[in-house]
């Protein structure tokens, strides 16, 4: 071997043998000894000579993480790295003692350069050996969490493609985390360290605060819910730098040591108390079993979802830490660069969204999210409404894309008022919408007037006493854009986000609001073609549209357009997609069902095990939303069905004994989703299996069946079913006339139809 510095090499060479044999035993260090007349300590490294004072028998300082910062970090752990390699390159350099010359005095002037500074980095890594070496058998025991993404026995460079650990990878402190039984771990941050994990959990903030998905979590609140599963983004757990006006930092530590004394026992409870500092968060994460994971958990199709050591858990072949602490509550953690990639634009949009919604006295904004497919417009909602929830009591969300809901089964179209923050996927927070209507598609292709006349019909509920965000589809071309035109002229929002894809096509508008005014939509016309309308034309039939076309460009006076590059991996690539849009739809309807899981978590529930609901044939009507079916099939339509239930005004009047038929779709108010799992035909009677309150089932007089159907695994991989399942066969031909479902003809009117406007 060959050492790269030749200062190194000559000061090494100066030392005496009988002072080389006093060096200090330190990984860290290379050649620690007394130099003859100078009376100091010599230290060694690749790219450059060290000097500090002689001090024997001295007492080395115990690493605070919170008193140096990354970058610094960084760079001692270079230079500890350098040192170990270096040590094994000089011991050949140690037989050939005598044959060189004195250092120079250049090299006298290279050991002196940035000698404070260059102390305190040997210092600290001096300490971080010390504690690795005095309690690794410690971390086996209580858990003790290494740097965040490295493996147990392998150093940090080995995450990195290579093998070196260049500035590409953020090395970050180390947090603690302690196993204190009973299902539950303590953990203590430092500001600006990062917890990414997969898993679910449930965190209470004991002391300090930390932010998680843009919802700062501070002392006092109550716990929290957390789901990382791996259909979504990982989160990702960031301590932040607090403060307690009149105490002091030694008073804030003691606090922190209080705490753990209340919570922590005292056999592990030192390895905790030697990381604390006046800065530190303590947070209990327990494990979490809750009636919606035990109810999806049940069904084999998504057991994979759920389990804590799945191949699921993590994405592609990324490197993660076994901590036991966390693993005993089922949590994984990984790397903080697997956690969600925000670019500059989305955090600047974000805050200037806040600020403007605390500090506009005209009213609260209106905020419209829209951008093509899988470039993260639900998620960028959910962490601004995260964001708005720490200085407002609730913001009102407006669903609108009925194919992937937030709040609702797919097919609904619902206003909603969210109060808490949103930390897991849809499918774990479907929950009671303020209004809600049934549509019955996942497009809204082939009904668009209907679909229209919805967005009228909730968007008229908003009263303007909270933030409204406004959610999109990601159908951003032809049809889809001539829809969302009309839909920022109607809604005449104050703010439109529009989310693009930074590595994917270029082919999309910019939606500012001198595009909006001049280009065409479904329903409406731009607005010069209704200033170039010739004069000498009567228009008696469309003389209407016209006004109200002009009344919507009244209306919309502008707004303020907002463009957020999305820099995640996969974005607006279907293939890369944590999950597909079908699967994600399954889990939210099968989401909806899970409140009928009772809450002893000991005894799952399958939905065939479940009590249905009697509904009489005359105590509501029904109507088939996607298609025709004649009166004499429509108990074969709905049987084993998903349909809305609804309230139609006026209520059902009728004495027949078959069922009640409608002739025309209604856009009336809707509960919730239900499953006909069953028709008694000599009774009369619908069995009807759904979550929705007694109260409000009472209410129900319409049954609105659609084109969303219930997934394959209900009938497929339900627990407990043996012999042959109903509804299932496999002796069938799609090849006989008549075999498939017929779809009706609605074709897309041109513009230029008389009835422009429904």
Same mark, same amino acid.
């Given at each position: 071997m060959r050492v790269t510095?030749?200062?190194?090499?000559?000061?090494? *060479?100066? #030392?005496s043998t009988v002072a080389r044999r006093r060096r200090w035993k330190r990984k860290t260090m290379l050649v620690l000894t007394d130099v003859s007349g100078a009376k100091q300590l010599s230290v060694l490294t690749r790219r450059c000579c060290l000097l500090a004072p002689c001090r024997r028998r001295m007492k080395r300082p115990r690493?605070? !993480?919170s008193t140096i910062n990354a970058v610094e970090w960084e760079s001692a752990k270079e230079k500890c790295e350098d040192d170990e390699n270096l040590q094994s390159n000089t011991g050949e350099l140690h037989k050939e003692e005598n044959k060189t010359e004195p250092p120079s005095q250049n090299l006298e002037e290279k050991v002196n350069i940035s000698l404070k500074k260059s102390r305190t980095l040997i210092e600290q890594a001096n300490g971080t050996e010390e504690k690795e070496e005095g309690i690794e *058998? *410690?971390?086996?025991?209580a858990g003790l969490f290494t740097i965040n993404g490295g493996l147990n026995g392998e150093p940090f460079e080995d995450l990195v493609d290579n093998g070196t650990a260049s500035s590409e990878v953020n090395a970050r402190f180390c947090f603690t985390a302690i196993n204190t039984g009973n299902e539950q771990s303590i953990v203590l941050m430092s500001p600006s360290q990062i917890l990414t994990f997969r898993g679910r959990c449930q965190v209470t903030c004991l002391y300090g605060s930390v932010q998680v998905f843009g919802f700062t979590i501070r002392e006092g609140q109550p716990?929290? =819910?957390?789901? /990382?599963?791996?259909? !979504?983004?990982a989160l990702s757990i960031e301590a932040l730098p607090h403060c307690k006006p009149g105490l002091t930092k030694r008073e804030m530590k003691m606090e922190v040591k209080s705490v753990l004394r209340h919570h922590v026992a005292a056999a592990s409870r030192h390895i905790l108390m030697k990381e604390v500092t006046s800065s530190s968060s303590v947070l209990l994460l327990e494990h979490l079993d809750s009636p919606e994971t035990l109810f999806l958990s049940n069904i084999s199709d998504y057991k994979e979802i759920f389990a804590s050591h799945s191949k699921g858990m993590i994405s592609g072949k990324v490197a993660f830490n076994e901590c036991a602490a966390l693993a005993s509550i089922g949590v994984v953690v990984l790397p903080d660069d697997q956690g969600m990639n925000? /670019?500059?634009s989305w955090t600047a949009t974000v805050q200037e969204l806040v600020k403007t919604c605390l500090e506009d006295d005209n009213g609260y904004p209106v905020i419209l999210t829209c951008g093509g497919k899988n470039v993260g417009k639900s998620t960028f909602n959910r962490h601004l409404m995260n964001s708005l929830l720490n200085h407002i009591p609730c913001v009102e969300f407006l669903e609108l894309d009925v194919g992937q809901t937030e709040f609702s089964p797919p097919g609904c179209m619902a206003l909603n008022l969210v109060t808490k923050p949103i930390f897991s996927p849809p499918y774990m927070h479907q929950c009671e919408p303020r209004k809600m #209507?049934?549509?019955g598609n996942v497009l809204c292709d082939q009904h668009p007037d209907r679909y229209m006349n919805i967005v009228r019909y909730l968007f008229a509920e908003y009263k303007k006493e909270a933030p409204l965000v406004i959610n999109t589809m990601g159908w951003f071309k032809g049809f889809g854009l001539s829809v969302l035109i009309d839909l920022i002229r109607f809604l005449a929002p104050t703010h439109v986000v529009q989310l693009v894809a930074t590595r994917g096509s270029q082919d999309f508008v910019l939606l500012t609001a001198d595009f909006v005014q001049t280009a065409a939509g479904w329903q409406t016309k731009g607005k010069h073609q209704i200033q170039q309308k010739p004069a000498n034309l009567k228009l008696s039939s469309n003389s209407s549209s016209s006004d109200e076309e002009m009344q919507m460009h009244v209306g919309h006076q502008g707004h303020k357009w907002m463009c957020i590059h999305s820099e995640f991996p996969g974005v607006e690539d279907g293939r890369c997609s944590k999950s597909r849009s079908n699967v994600l739809r399954d889990l939210a309807l099968l989401g909806s069902f899970s409140h009928l899981q009772s809450l002893d978590i000991r005894h799952p529930l399958s939905l065939h095990s479940m009590l249905p609901y009697q509904v009489p044939f005359n105590a509501v009507v029904l109507h088939v939303l996607h298609c025709d079916v004649t009166p004499t099939h429509i108990l074969y339509a709905v049987n084993a069905s998903l349909v809305g239930l609804c309230r139609i005004p006026g209520? #059902?009047?009728? =004495?027949a004994d078959g069922p009640v038929l409608l002739s025309q779709s209604p856009i009336c108010d809707c509960f919730g989703v239900g499953i006909i799992r069953g028709i008694n035909l000599e009774r009369r009677l619908y069995y009807i299996l759904t979550s929705i309150p007694v109260a409000k089932l009472k209410q129900v007089n319409c049954l609105l069946v659609g084109a969303v159907t219930i997934p394959n695994s209900v009938f497929r991989n339900q627990a407990g079913v043996t012999g042959e399942v109903p509804y299932l066969t496999s002796d069938y031909s799609f090849t006989l006339s008549g075999a498939g479902r017929i779809k009706p003809c609605c074709p897309l009117r041109r513009r230029e139809h008389p009835k422009a406007v429904s």
């Amino acid at each position: 071997m060959r050492v790269t510095n030749p200062a190194g090499m000559c000061l090494s *060479q100066s #030392v005496s043998t009988v002072a080389r044999r006093r060096r200090w035993k330190r990984k860290t260090m290379l050649v620690l000894t007394d130099v003859s007349g100078a009376k100091q300590l010599s230290v060694l490294t690749r790219r450059c000579c060290l000097l500090a004072p002689c001090r024997r028998r001295m007492k080395r300082p115990r690493l605070r !993480h919170s008193t140096i910062n990354a970058v610094e970090w960084e760079s001692a752990k270079e230079k500890c790295e350098d040192d170990e390699n270096l040590q094994s390159n000089t011991g050949e350099l140690h037989k050939e003692e005598n044959k060189t010359e004195p250092p120079s005095q250049n090299l006298e002037e290279k050991v002196n350069i940035s000698l404070k500074k260059s102390r305190t980095l040997i210092e600290q890594a001096n300490g971080t050996e010390e504690k690795e070496e005095g309690i690794e *058998q *410690q971390c086996l025991n209580a858990g003790l969490f290494t740097i965040n993404g490295g493996l147990n026995g392998e150093p940090f460079e080995d995450l990195v493609d290579n093998g070196t650990a260049s500035s590409e990878v953020n090395a970050r402190f180390c947090f603690t985390a302690i196993n204190t039984g009973n299902e539950q771990s303590i953990v203590l941050m430092s500001p600006s360290q990062i917890l990414t994990f997969r898993g679910r959990c449930q965190v209470t903030c004991l002391y300090g605060s930390v932010q998680v998905f843009g919802f700062t979590i501070r002392e006092g609140q109550p716990a929290y =819910h957390l789901y /990382s599963l791996p259909t !979504h983004a990982a989160l990702s757990i960031e301590a932040l730098p607090h403060c307690k006006p009149g105490l002091t930092k030694r008073e804030m530590k003691m606090e922190v040591k209080s705490v753990l004394r209340h919570h922590v026992a005292a056999a592990s409870r030192h390895i905790l108390m030697k990381e604390v500092t006046s800065s530190s968060s303590v947070l209990l994460l327990e494990h979490l079993d809750s009636p919606e994971t035990l109810f999806l958990s049940n069904i084999s199709d998504y057991k994979e979802i759920f389990a804590s050591h799945s191949k699921g858990m993590i994405s592609g072949k990324v490197a993660f830490n076994e901590c036991a602490a966390l693993a005993s509550i089922g949590v994984v953690v990984l790397p903080d660069d697997q956690g969600m990639n925000m /670019s500059e634009s989305w955090t600047a949009t974000v805050q200037e969204l806040v600020k403007t919604c605390l500090e506009d006295d005209n009213g609260y904004p209106v905020i419209l999210t829209c951008g093509g497919k899988n470039v993260g417009k639900s998620t960028f909602n959910r962490h601004l409404m995260n964001s708005l929830l720490n200085h407002i009591p609730c913001v009102e969300f407006l669903e609108l894309d009925v194919g992937q809901t937030e709040f609702s089964p797919p097919g609904c179209m619902a206003l909603n008022l969210v109060t808490k923050p949103i930390f897991s996927p849809p499918y774990m927070h479907q929950c009671e919408p303020r209004k809600m #209507v049934y549509y019955g598609n996942v497009l809204c292709d082939q009904h668009p007037d209907r679909y229209m006349n919805i967005v009228r019909y909730l968007f008229a509920e908003y009263k303007k006493e909270a933030p409204l965000v406004i959610n999109t589809m990601g159908w951003f071309k032809g049809f889809g854009l001539s829809v969302l035109i009309d839909l920022i002229r109607f809604l005449a929002p104050t703010h439109v986000v529009q989310l693009v894809a930074t590595r994917g096509s270029q082919d999309f508008v910019l939606l500012t609001a001198d595009f909006v005014q001049t280009a065409a939509g479904w329903q409406t016309k731009g607005k010069h073609q209704i200033q170039q309308k010739p004069a000498n034309l009567k228009l008696s039939s469309n003389s209407s549209s016209s006004d109200e076309e002009m009344q919507m460009h009244v209306g919309h006076q502008g707004h303020k357009w907002m463009c957020i590059h999305s820099e995640f991996p996969g974005v607006e690539d279907g293939r890369c997609s944590k999950s597909r849009s079908n699967v994600l739809r399954d889990l939210a309807l099968l989401g909806s069902f899970s409140h009928l899981q009772s809450l002893d978590i000991r005894h799952p529930l399958s939905l065939h095990s479940m009590l249905p609901y009697q509904v009489p044939f005359n105590a509501v009507v029904l109507h088939v939303l996607h298609c025709d079916v004649t009166p004499t099939h429509i108990l074969y339509a709905v049987n084993a069905s998903l349909v809305g239930l609804c309230r139609i005004p006026g209520g #059902v009047k009728t =004495h027949a004994d078959g069922p009640v038929l409608l002739s025309q779709s209604p856009i009336c108010d809707c509960f919730g989703v239900g499953i006909i799992r069953g028709i008694n035909l000599e009774r009369r009677l619908y069995y009807i299996l759904t979550s929705i309150p007694v109260a409000k089932l009472k209410q129900v007089n319409c049954l609105l069946v659609g084109a969303v159907t219930i997934p394959n695994s209900v009938f497929r991989n339900q627990a407990g079913v043996t012999g042959e399942v109903p509804y299932l066969t496999s002796d069938y031909s799609f090849t006989l006339s008549g075999a498939g479902r017929i779809k009706p003809c609605c074709p897309l009117r041109r513009r230029e139809h008389p009835k422009a406007v429904s």
